[in-house]
């Protein structure tokens, strides 16, 4: 009973509101649902504009793939194959950069780069004299930028495995036959890590498709829209909100964040037939930079500066002045803490920081332990029931956010939930239960079945041994999932502006509206406590997972 149980929830979480977004999108409106119509089709598909936001759509993806992917192979090539040093770094580029929110590192160069009082135009304003404008982020070409630096380290997960894993005497064989290290590089190694480089440029084509954060905080003030923001001017400007008509566009995301996905899957099941299972003892080629080390190392040491310290150092700055102003004797005698004064008596900020401890905290226990029952019935119950859960499990990591939320407004405006803080709880949790489910499936995977069998042998009962053999054994996948999800939950956005209403707004929504009013300030501010709530949950939830690992051991 347990599989078809999940399937029913795991159902409705992940096919609910795609099937509700077809119906909208097919409906004259919220208060007319059911009564059918193609004109939002029409509407949407011939709307003067629209062309334009597909190409805008098209450059800012594909620029951002290109991007994270160029980066990442040169990243993960000085990894694996060479003697570069203080190779923790790398480490560092991958984890970090995923517990800041996106909107805040956004906003991070909005601050620098912006072509009114950017820190960055003012300061060669002072410096020069001249009045005109160097720097403008509110271009296409800052989307792309921002957007395949947050996107890096997920092109970087996706192809350093595989260049650590592959047949090196293909390599091997090229030298010997007098190819050099960079011949060898683009006749051998690059074609045969062509799988692995199109799986993950088509994996940050499909994020950045989903993406908002970067489209709304860059691409809004500077009139270039996509289809993920001209959705939310649809449902969230103008007198009147037409979800029929962002229902219809979002259609076309769906569609194709869909079909990218499946692409996506072709090409890892294709590079798989490039990797050796290597032997004990297994090393790849180093290959000795010599006099390059030092200077490779030290554009690493920029990517992680921009990656990292920048956007935390600005936004603390910035946090601390009482406008735009140049770091400087000036500035440092201005810096008080009047901006955290104002967020903290801001009643609306207050509720948001309620709201995403809520939702980040207990939202995250619940989808863990949903995570939990689904990983165990797709790893231990081994059934054809059990692999159909497995694929409608991770259907939603497809799906772009605020198109997620359309079809949950859709859905919810016909029950109670509607405008509730339980509407952006099931929301969030249909939407990153992968991200529980992914760590839980692999530490089953670990866990052996004749340990469960030889506690049933000594008179254990299912739910002994469940509680004295399997979760302390799980404790760690529990613990990555959990801090997955909750940071996740915390730095919501493109649903959240969707489904949030008075009363259930949340800190990135709340850090959007000032983003929106050009209060740097505050936004700063609550951006530095979000910041700090997240790294305190994670640093507490990997404590606790400690703890309970050493207890297990």
Sequence with gaps: MLTPALIVIVGFLSVCPVAMLLLGSFSEGLNAF????????????????FAGIIINTLIFTVGSAFVATLLALFLAYLNTRTNIPFKFLFQVITLVPMMIPHILF??????????????????????????????????????????????????????????ASFDVSLEESSRVCGGSNLRT?????????????????????????ASF????????????????THIYRVVATGYTTDYGLAAAVGMSALVASITLIFVYRHLTREGEKYVTVSSRGFRPTVIDLKGARYPLFGIVGVLSFLL??????????????????????????????????????DPVSIVSLKNSLLLGTGGATLGVVLSFFVAYAIVKVKSRSSGFLESLSFLSFSFP??????GFMWFFVQTPLYATIWALLIGYIATYLPYGIRPLTSAFVQIHANLEESSRVCGGG?????????????????????ILMATMFLRELSLSVVLSRPGTEVLAVQILRFAEDGLWGRLSALGIVMIGISTTLVVIATLLGRKFTAVKS
């Excluded at 009564?35 to 003067?48: Q, S």
């Excluded at 954060?213 to 993920?228: C, E, K």
């Excluded at 956010?401 to 359309?406: A, E, F, N, P, T």
């Excluded at 299912?462 to 959990?482: D, K």
Aim: charged share 10%; glycine share 8%.
């Design 462 to 482: 299912p739910f002994y041994t469940m509680r004295r053999i399997v979760l302390p054994l799980l404790a760690p996948g529990i613990v990555s999932g959990w």
């Design 213 to 228: 954060a970067v489209p709304s905080v860059i691409g809004m003030p500077g009139r270039i829209y996509v289809l993920a």
């Design 34 to 49: 059911g009564t059918f119509t193609g004109a939002k089709y029409i509407n949407a598909y011939t709307d003067p504009e």
């Design 185 to 209: 590089l683009f006749k051998i190694t690059l074609p045969v890590l062509r799988p692995a480089i199109l799986a993950a440029a088509t994996l940050v084509i499909v994020r950045s498709l």
């Design 308 to 345: 990292i310290v920048l956007p935390v150092a600005v936004l603390f700055y910035t946090s601390l002045v009482p406008y735009s102003m140049v770091p400087g004797a000036k500035a440092f005698a201005a810096m008080s803490f009047r901006h955290y004064s104002a967020v903290l008596g």
């Design 401 to 406: 956010g605020i198109v997620v939320g359309i």
């Design 106 to 163: 956004a906003v991070s160069w909005v601050l620098l780069l912006n072509p009114t009082n950017g820190m960055l135009n003012l300061f060669l304003r002072q410096m020069t004299g001249w009045s005109g404008i160097s720097f403008n982020i509110y271009t296409l070409q800052g989307m792309i930028l921002v957007e395949g630096l947050l996107d890096l380290p997920i092109a970087y997960l996706v192809i350093a495995p595989a260049m």
